[in-house]
């Protein structure tokens, strides 16, 4: 089927005139109606809008256009701008507003040809871990549907591993791509810090977000990661640094490569199966002529209590601007802060309420200095852990969470098990390095995907996706599908 097929594989079909865009869009749209009300990764998607720029694709191969992305459907977590589609992030605050135009990522998705369609399930503002704070229901694991995708681009997961769209954008605060990806069986990259433009990305913590792909196999990351990357002026902290070819460096020639193995990960809450399943990818690596080399992260300990207070203070600043007054919901009330009160009090779930009063806190007279400024300056500690390792090592190898997918509602009444799901996350953020999370084995019952996690020095994907695609072309893990998958 069309909608099974990866990026590379399809554009070459595209490219061969052998099936056209349309067919694609439509074998996507039939496999949403086949099994989304089950998963429930979509919000919406316009089926006239998608197979006219299926139609205007087909048009422009017909005479000849070479474009990256020519035809290829990817659908779009809920928080990232598109012109004329919902804008919702998750959200009830947001109402029924449209956006008026394109992130710089959509831009370059559109300008390489990609279909772009499609609005994907997500924790509300990507505050979680699980999407199950999404105001419009929870999006289900392809693997077994009592079971959480991850969080927050659960969506953008769940529709890559049940094959609704070719390709799904998300983004990554403290593992909101790489988590998902592992507890879905999927690949999902977050680039450097500054490698994408976030203008279009509605902010959750401004220092930390980032958008990358969720995709099917190693190649369709190094694609959509070469489209969307660049400096950006409308972002002034994108950063002007060469773009490699990512897909090009794909040659599965690893030898001599080191791989730094950190031993603050290998922590007590490691459930059995991911241990061994990374272990069994470490020696996998070792066959395949890498080096593994024994490292620390000294200030590994404290990367939660960092990200908690630095992404909740910075949340608390960009949400104020969701007030009722300008765009979005609004609640009438006698006077303007009435106004704000049950705007803000109806519009926002609870764990979003829960983070900007966290957020207000630390920031507020009399803590910032005791919360806010020390965890500015323990992040630089663990930045500088990695740049320390970075220098006898090219990139650092971890499971990409403790557990494989727990069973929707199990960690809801308790939102400290539920940050702990991205302790192996969270750093890569906080120290503004790439990272990376594919498939790497599944426990045994219920067969779950189990995801291993690679970490890059800033600005080194090349050498990451690299790493990622021999591994991924050693085994078969990635070639698997969940059993609502297969069309009927």
Known sequence: MLNQLTISELAAKLASREVSAREATQACLDQIARVDGKIHAFLS???????????????????????????????????????????????????????PYDATAIEKLKAAGAIVFGRLNMDEFAMGSSTENSAFGVTKNPWDITRIPGGSSGGSAAAVAADEAIATLGTDTGGSIRQPAALCGVVGLKPTYGRISRYGLVAFASSLDQIGPLTKDV????????????????????????????????DGNIKGLKLGLPSEYLIGGLDPEVKAAVDAAVKQYEKLGAEIVEISLPH?????????????????????????????????AKDPTELYRQTRGAGFGAEVKRRIILGTYVLSSG???????RAQKVRTLIRNDFLKAFETVDAI????????????????????????????TISCNLAGIC???LPCGFTKSPKLPIGLQLLGKPFGEKTLLKLAHAYEQSTAWHQEKPPLAPAG
């Open 367 to 373: 803590y910032h200095d005791a919360y806010y400024l």
């Open 300 to 332: 590994t300990d404290y990367a939660v209590a960092t990200y908690y207070i630095v992404a909740t203070a910075e949340a608390s600043a960009n949400l104020a601007r969701f007030d009722g007054i300008r765009y979005g919901l609004r609640v009438e």
């Open 435 to 437: 990272g990376v999370s």
């Open 219 to 250: 190649r369709d990351a190094a694609t959509l990661l070469g489209v969307m990357s660049g400096v950006d002026p409308r972002d002034s902290t994108s950063v002007p640094q060469p773009v490699p070819d990512y897909v090009a460096a794909l």
């Open 397 to 424: 190898v971890t499971p990409t969470t403790p557990t494989a997918a727990f069973k929707i509602g199990e960690k809801s009444d308790d939102p400290l098990q539920m940050y702990l799901s991205d302790i192996f």
């Open 45 to 99: 998607h316009n089926t006239v809008d998608a197979l006219a720029q299926a139609d205007a694709a087909d048009k422009a191969i017909s005479s000849g256009a070479k474009k990256p992305l020519l035809g290829i459907p990817i659908a779009v977590k809920d928080v990232l701008a598109v012109k004329n589609q919902p804008l919702n992030c998750g959200s009830k605050i947001l109402g029924n507003f449209i956006s």
